[in-house]
């Protein structure tokens, strides 16, 4: 299959006072074009270091970070970010915060076309209205719409989600997973999303890559066997039960509270 992402053998220490910290060894991920792939994975075993690598803002000391078959070797502008921190600037209204990467990323749009982008963007997660607002505002769940538009105003090929919803009440949090799954369908985008939430991982990727405790690996993969918009239902059926059963062995496995032979690899990709 052709891959957008192709991760291979990546390993990666950081350099500290205290000598080497060994964070990611063997990492294998691979999502396709228009793939959506949740990254799961004990706490500090290296998920953010797997972003970085991803977006061209570090190099991995072994293996290989390639995107449509050309390694990264630095920051690319057809990658979109969004963190768990939206970052708005204050002194810009939220439409001007919206338009900034059209402003950093070179493009030929005029300041007519960069507001109209940001306008239907801004409409399609439901903000039509609060351009003009500042970011102190808006409640967290609007500044993190706000903060995807900003993410897809470039039209990046890949889009890296760390934890954008990681902040947010239960409500807001399901109310934005499906606000996701419409602009993907709208605006498409190649997927990585970083959670702690599993059931997230489920409603909203096509696979889910479960990290082994740091250094990480790529411990087991999961195919949800799904793509596309699914309704919030779906995460209460047998089967979503029985991939959560899965993932959340696998999370105690990776965290050494459980041994890896009583899972049930049935869905396993590899
Ligand atoms: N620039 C750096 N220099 C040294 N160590 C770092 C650096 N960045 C991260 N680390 C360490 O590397 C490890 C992995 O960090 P990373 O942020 O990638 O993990 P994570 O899985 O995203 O964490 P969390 O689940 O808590 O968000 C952590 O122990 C962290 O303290």
Known sequence: MNHLIDISGVRHAYKTESGPLPVLDGLD?????????????????????????????????????????????????????????????????????????????????????????????????????????????????????ASLCRALV???????????????????REDLWQIMHQVKEREPFTGVLITHDLRESIFLADQVVVLSGRPARTQYVLDVGTSGPRDLDHLYTAEASEMLAIL?????IAQGRAEPQASAPARAVQ
Do not use: Y
Request: proline share 7%; with cysteine.
């Open 29 to 145: 991920i691979s999502v396709p074009e228009g793939g959506f792939c949740a990254v799961v994975g004990p706490s500090g075993c290296g998920k953010s270091t797997l972003t970085k690598l991803i977006a061209g803002l570090m190099r991995p000391d072994a293996g290989s970070v390639k995107l449509h078959r050309t390694e990264v070797t630095s920051p690319r502008s057809t990658v979109g970010m969004a963190f768990q921190n939206p970052v708005l600037l204050e002194w810009r209204t939220i439409l001007d915060n919206v338009i900034l990467p059209l402003e950093i990323v070179p493009n030929k749009l005029t300041r007519a076309q960069r507001e109209e982008r940001a306008r239907s963007l801004l409409s399609m997660v439901g903000l039509e209205g609060f351009e003009e607002k500042r970011p102190s505002e808006l409640s967290g769940g609007m500044r993190q719409r």
């Open 154 to 172: 470039h039209k990046p090929e890949v889009l890296i989600l760390d934890e954008p919803f990681g902040a947010l009440d239960a409500f807001t």
């Open 248 to 252: 959340r062995h696998q999370i105690e």
